[in-house]
């Protein structure tokens, strides 16, 4: 063994966190030779206080960067304990907070150790050891990499992120995670065959209990244990099947109106006198349907042979359906799949979107109706009557919006279809846009939202902008 060092220290890792309240160190791995190795302080425990004394964080912040680098497990904390006059077995007590066994709440636990120097071992021929009686720093023993690289590099990195309150800081997937550390396997019980001792036992130990935390526990569940998913289960599919009837009512109160939606006529050619006004149902639309032009979100439907429906995903219809699928995951089955059955009206004038590389035109519809995931049915027409009866009552920016439908679907008696919620209007503003195609005018003077030109190329392809509640995430290239 070597010469100790004379500067002490608690041989801890920690992880500030400062802007909580109470603020704590988090413990990120303790040495195996350090003086609270078996005082029952454990990686991913909170330290909250020192010797009776909680963490005072100064505002200040170059102050709070001094006082950070002196703490427990941090760069400079030699320095404290020098300053303090502490010697090598000078105990140290430390109050920690640790989550409850079942992920509710927290306990306090108290551990009391000693500040060790930082020491240095040698092998019999005097090489660097990473332990008395071995093994060798730059040995290998058949192994790839030597054994200080394999531990101080990578075993103790797979470990620490493991039991330092992984789960909860960071994204992990424990089948891999376990499969990676589990390679490790051969070496850890050729270190405890071959150098015996308590480093090859601390190396043990912590091998082992980061494989039953990947692990896991397992329980054995009983039927009974199973009826509050078969109740949820249950209570699903009776809302979706309520949805589903309510987006069949829907249907057939407007076949009347009703018209194939493709093929569907070239509104510039062929014009949308003949179809304006009439209501079509488009094909099940996914997060491939989204496109974003110039900012502003559009669900699309059709092809450039078939021609074009666009359906404005900022409008306040949509937003309603939005806003009401995310409250629908919340309250009643959080796998609402991200596909759309969209009922609309055809609207007189044509629309002009950039899809892809080129500029198509197409049929803008006003939104009526959606079933989203083939469970969720959404009536905005609901909405809209809601609205006008603000209107007639006073301007609409004095009107309280209207309260969203919050019900909770609890039993046998609960509500069907989940209506859509308030969303903010989006105030018109008067623009005088002439627009011709050949000899066709598309548009003129109106008060409606402004058409914006895009300042760019759409941005298709990529990610578009967040809506609330949309979920939307991949669209499509949709160029011919």
């Not at 350090?34 to 330290?47: C, M, Q, T, V």
């Not at 912040?61 to 077995?89: D, F, K, N, T, V």
């Not at 669900?299 to 900022?314: I, K, L, Q, R, T």
Request: a positive charge; glycine letters at 10%.
């Amino acid at each position: 063994m070597g010469e100790p060092s004379a500067d002490v220290t608690s041989r801890i890792r920690t992880r500030a966190q400062l802007d909580v309240t109470p603020a704590f160190l988090s413990v990120e791995w303790i040495a195996w030779d350090s003086g609270f190795r078996g005082s029952g302080l454990e990686p991913g425990d909170r330290i909250v206080e020192v010797d009776g004394v909680p963490l005072e964080v100064p505002a200040d912040q170059p102050e709070r960067s001094r006082w950070l680098a002196g703490c427990i497990g941090q760069i400079e904390e030699a320095q404290r304990w020098q300053a303090a006059g502490a010697s090598e077995g000078h105990v140290v007590l430390q109050a920690a907070r640790r989550r409850d066994p079942g992920g509710q709440g927290w306990q306090t636990i108290e551990a009391k150790g000693t500040l060790q120097p930082d020491r240095s071992y040698e092998t019999a021929d005097h090489r660097r050891a990473l332990a008395p009686g071995g093994p060798d720093s730059m040995g290998y023993d058949g192994f790839s990499g030597t054994w200080g690289s394999w531990y101080e590099e990578g075993l103790v990195r797979k470990l620490s992120s493991v039991l330092d309150d992984g789960w909860n800081r960071q994204s992990l997937v424990t089948r891999s995670e376990l499969t990676s550390l589990c390679e490790e396997r051969p070496r850890v019980d050729f270190l405890v065959e071959h150098y015996p001792g308590p480093f090859a036992d601390a190396v043990k130990a912590d091998f082992d209990a980061a494989v039953a935390c990947l692990t896991g526990r397992r329980y054995e569940l009983t039927d009974a244990d199973l009826d509050d998913r078969r109740a949820d289960d249950e209570r699903a599919a009776q809302v979706a099947g309520a949805g589903r009837a309510a987006w069949d009512d829907l249907l057939a109160g407007l076949a009347a109106d009703t018209m194939p939606a493709f093929p569907a006529s070239h509104p510039v050619r062929d014009g949308l006198a003949a179809a304006a006004g009439k209501v079509v149902v488009l094909p099940e639309l996914g997060n491939d349907s989204w496109v974003a032009e110039a900012g502003h979100g559009w669900f699309v439907a059709g092809s450039p042979d078939e021609n074009w429906y666009f359906v404005d995903a900022e409008a306040e219809p949509a937003q309603a359906m939005l806003v009401a699928a995310g409250r629908y995951r919340k309250v009643v089955a959080p796998d609402l799949a991200e596909t759309y059955l969209l009922c609309g009206r055809i609207q007189p004038e044509a629309r002009l979107l950039m899809i892809g590389e080129r500029a198509y035109f197409g049929a803008p519809l006003e939104l009526l109706g959606a079933l989203v995931g083939g469970a969720m049915f959404v009536d905005v027409t609901k909405r809209r009557r809601r609205r006008r009866s603000l209107r007639r009552r006073g301007p609409v920016h004095q009107a309280r919006p209207a309260a969203a439908a919050r019900r909770r679907v609890t039993g046998p008696g609960a509500p069907g279809p989940v209506r859509g919620a308030e969303v903010r209007r989006r105030r018109p503003v008067a623009v005088a846009v002439r627009l011709l195609v050949g000899d066709h005018r598309i548009a003129g003077p109106s008060r409606r939202p402004a058409l914006r030109r895009p300042r760019a190329r759409a941005v298709l392809g990529g990610r578009p902008p967040p809506h609330r509640g949309t979920g939307l995430r991949h669209p499509r290239r949709l160029d011919g």
